[in-house]
């Protein structure tokens, strides 16, 4: 059967992918509105409304700037990190749907379903029992779709990596130009998506044809043409506007020694499982088989998978003094790879299709073989907790304090929050008050002069929103400025857990309500300004 052949799924197919289609845009886009922006989220969306404003990546909207960690990604008062296809495509969702978190979100929530598209057909190149295992397999994977449901790259990076890699199987297959060309338009797309995800996979490429495809393939002056002159171009292009080594954000890269990338490696080797984005013992099983059988298949795709992870770790802009887990999101392109490697793996374990099925549902829908037992969550479905969280969707932290400051802050007056970093949800659902503090000192090559509300410490702001344990931290530190403290008072203490525990990474996710718990700081806490607060100590 030919890839996409509608009569081969007339033929048997249809009963396999339109169920696993209908069951993908379920996940992809229920509820997709439901919660605040988060803050990274916020962050690019908030550059989008610039975008819808001015046509540039600007960090400056109205009387707010966008000062992630101190202008980390700013030149002259722009965004000139962050490759930008992302945020334009979130500016063309706000000009036809409006400013929203489900308009910030549906651009890569439609990636991730045309991602499901591409995998369904693609998989009825498999034999019928290994295609239900692995369209089972990706179902279970609740963090592909969560990451999809993201207003970041996610979705756009795994869909267009995906494209790239689908686009290279057919080149191999009939050496036409199309394909090539083709391939040429998506990965300057992924370029200018992630410049990380692009540096990546064409590792894995490369890797690809030195070991499996060099004794078969040669490449002629006019192929390679085709593939590398309109990429450097393109990236030239893109390198030249947004290049993050010409901002704070590329120092990142040079932080970390040899010790601190392979310790970066064995956190995204542990993290892989305990995320699920891949089922550890599976992947060892698939070694084994490999070798056993000579699967020249698995052993590209296990090459790949190796590659990509390592890259990653090498390149990584992760810093790993300030936390113990990896920063799972650059990975989440290898998750169809490693959903085809487990189910081609149980496919050459098990030749009963009763038993396949059922081992399939125990492997991909629960985290028993991912060692779940270890985890604080303990042994559980996360399909199944997903769907609870789709259908009754908990409280979380912003969409409370957002509530609170559109009813009660005057436009205009000026909000400090802590942590800094949970300021964008704020600003972005609630832009009318002016939200202080972001920056630490004064920066000609970021911003142009500003008024003293922005800089830390400077200037008493109308309102301090503190998420959480940081509530102890901010009484200590007006305490210590003036003995006048009990001029600002408490104007609202929300009962809502103050965690954002709704990102898309498993280990920070809760599916269910986490409340307060009392005798703790566990709340929201908003403090009001007085007259008679003093002004700040010098």
């Known amino acids: 059967m030919k890839w996409g052949s509608f009569a081969g ?15 993908a845009a379920f996940f992809l886009f229920a509820s997709l509105g439901s919660y605040a922006l988060w803050d990274d989220e916020a962050v690019g969306a908030l550059t989008a409304k610039a975008v819808l404003r001015d046509g540039d990546t600007g960090a400056m909207l109205d009387h707010n700037i ?12 722009a965004d000139r990190s962050t490759p930008p296809l992302p945020t334009y495509l979130k500016a063309v969702s706000f000009a036809g749907l409006g400013v929203s978190a489900w308009a910030a979100r549906l651009p890569f929530a439609l990636a991730g379903f045309a991602l499901a598209m591409l995998l369904a057909f693609w ?32 979705g756009l990076s795994v869909l267009l990596s995906t494209v790239v890699v689908f686009l290279y199987t057919r080149w191999l297959a009939d050496r036409r130009d199309r394909w090539l060309w083709s391939i040429t338009a998506s990965s300057a797309l992924l370029f200018a998506t992630h ?45 030249s506007i947004w290049n993050p080594f010409q901002t704070a954000f590329g120092g990142y890269v040079q932080k970390n020694g040899p010790l601190d990338r392979l310790t970066l490696l064995w956190w995204n080797l542990r993290d892989l499982n305990s995320a699920e984005f891949l089922v ?12 056993r059988h000579r699967d020249r298949l698995a052993g590209r795709q296990l090459c790949a998978l190796a590659v990509y992870v390592v890259v990653i770790s090498a390149l990584s802009p992760q810093t790993v003094f300030n936390t113990n887990v990896a920063d799972i999101r650059y990975l989440v392109p290898v998750i169809p790879l490693a959903a085809a490697i487990g189910a081609w793996t149980l496919h050459l374990l098990i030749r ?20 779940g037992w270890f985890f604080p969550w303990g042994v559980r479905s996360t399909v199944l907790e997903f769907v609870t969280e789709l259908l009754r969707p908990p409280p979380e ?106 990102r898309p990474e498993l280990f920070w996710r809760s599916f269910r309500e986490v ?9 929201i806490y908003i403090f009001g300004r007085t007259a008679s607060t003093p002004p700040l100590k010098p």
């Open 195 to 239: 410049y990380l995800a692009a540096v990546a996979l064409y590792a894995c490429l490369f890797a690809d044809f030195l070991i499996f495809q060099r004794k078969s393939v040669r490449w002629t002056l006019r192929e390679l043409a085709i593939v590398f002159i309109p990429q450097t171009l393109s990236g030239l292009f893109f390198l």
């Open 66 to 77: 966008i000062a992630y960690r101190d202008g980390l990604l700013v030149r002259d008062g």
């Open 397 to 502: 932290p912003y969409s409370a304090a957002i509530q609170w400051i559109r009813q009660n802050v005057p436009e205009k007056a000026s909000v400090v929050v802590l942590p800094s970093h949970m300021v964008y949800p704020l600003m972005f659902h609630a832009p009318a008050a002016t939200y202080g503090w972001q920056l630490h000192g004064k920066d000609p090559g970021k911003f142009p002069p500003l008024p003293e509300i922005h800089y830390a410490g400077r200037e008493w702001p109308d309102y301090f929103v503190a998420f959480g344990p940081s509530v102890s931290g901010l009484a200590n530190w007006i305490s210590n400025q003036d003995q006048k403290a009990h001029d600002y008072q408490i104007a609202a203490q929300i009962p809502v857990f103050w965690k954002d525990l709704y």
């Open 280 to 291: 550890g013992p599976l992947i060892l099983m698939a070694v084994y088989c490999a070798i």
């Open 515 to 523: 409340r307060p718990q009392e005798g703790t700081l566990d709340g």
């Open 352 to 371: 009963r299709r009763r038993l396949l099925v059922a081992t399939a549902l125990l492997v991909f829908w629960t985290n028993v073989l991912n060692g």
């Open 9 to 23: 799924l007339a033929g048997g197919r249809a009963v396999i992918v339109v169920p696993f289609l209908a069951i």
């Open 123 to 154: 998989s009825c190149r498999m034999p019928r029992p290994a295609q239900v295992v692995f369209l089972l397999a990706l179902i279970g994977n609740v963090s592909l779709w969560l990451f999809c449901r993201q207003a970041r790259y996610y």
